[in-house]
């Protein structure tokens, strides 16, 4: 079993729509979790950041952590085409060394 | 604030030859930084941890005399990849935490180095 897991997708939405993306982990030392968007052939950008539980919100997007569940979400109101990339979650425990989840790709249909 | 480059962002060479691939941190001082690997529709697998001026820790299964990292300041480390070959394709991306920074997790990442062996 992977440490973190994230379905790959593809996942196609109508513009305008929410968007909910989910990670599942097992790793109970998880403290610190993370959204990356990756473009094609660019390096991830950070998206959102969230020590341990709770809900952060940043315009569109809002991250939730449910550290009981070992679930985090990402959601994204109101969605573009320019939102259209893969979303990575990301987790640490901490030591600074970080765990990826698989990546879903997201495509936004205008 | 907090922007990583790489150069070159794309090499294509013939197998059996050396690559270098710079990684530089160009607004923030980085202690720590990171390689990773992609392969196509694939997660960043982890491949090595590089801190200034000491050896870098490398990760399980990955060849530290194949893939060598120098991280001689504060704002580059290097890696090259000795003698590739065409299964060390792939997409090498860095990442560099700011020293300092109370949120001690934060990876800023590059726009990453196409490498191709021929």
């Known amino acids: 079993q992977k440490e973190v897991e994230q379905d790959p997708g593809p996942l196609s939405v109508p513009e305008g729509a929410i968007v909910s993306l989910n990670c599942t982990y097992s790793n109970s030392a998880f403290q610190y979790f993370m959204w990356y968007r990756q473009y094609s052939r660019k390096g991830p950008e950070l998206l959102m950041y969230?020590?341990?539980?709770g809900n952060k919100e940043d315009g569109r997007f809002t991250a939730q952590v449910d550290k009981s569940s070992k679930y985090i979400s990402l959601f994204i109101r109101d969605s573009q085409p320019s939102d259209s990339a893969t979303y990575l979650c990301?987790?640490?425990?901490?030591?600074?060394?970080?765990?990826f989840g698989q990546g879903t790709r997201l495509t936004i249909n205008p | 604030g907090a922007v990583v480059s790489q150069h070159p962002s794309r090499v294509i060479c013939k197998s059996g030859t050396s690559v270098k691939i710079e990684c530089r941190s160009l607004d923030f001082q980085a202690t720590t930084m990171f390689w990773y690997r992609q392969f196509p529709k694939q997660s960043l697998m982890l491949m090595a941890t590089s801190n200034e001026g000491s050896k870098a820790t490398y990760e399980q299964g990955v060849e530290k005399d194949k893939f060598l990292i120098n991280h001689a300041s504060l704002t580059l480390s290097t890696l090259t990849v000795t003698s590739a070959h065409p299964e060390d394709s792939s997409f090498y991306i860095c990442?560099?935490?700011?020293?300092?920074?109370?949120?001690?997790?934060?990876?800023?990442f590059g726009p990453g180095t196409r490498l191709t062996v021929l």
């Open positions: 990301a987790m640490s425990a901490g030591a600074q060394k970080l765990v």
């Open positions: 969230t020590y341990s539980s």
């Open positions: 990442s560099a935490i700011q020293t300092g920074l109370a949120a001690s997790d934060t990876q800023y």
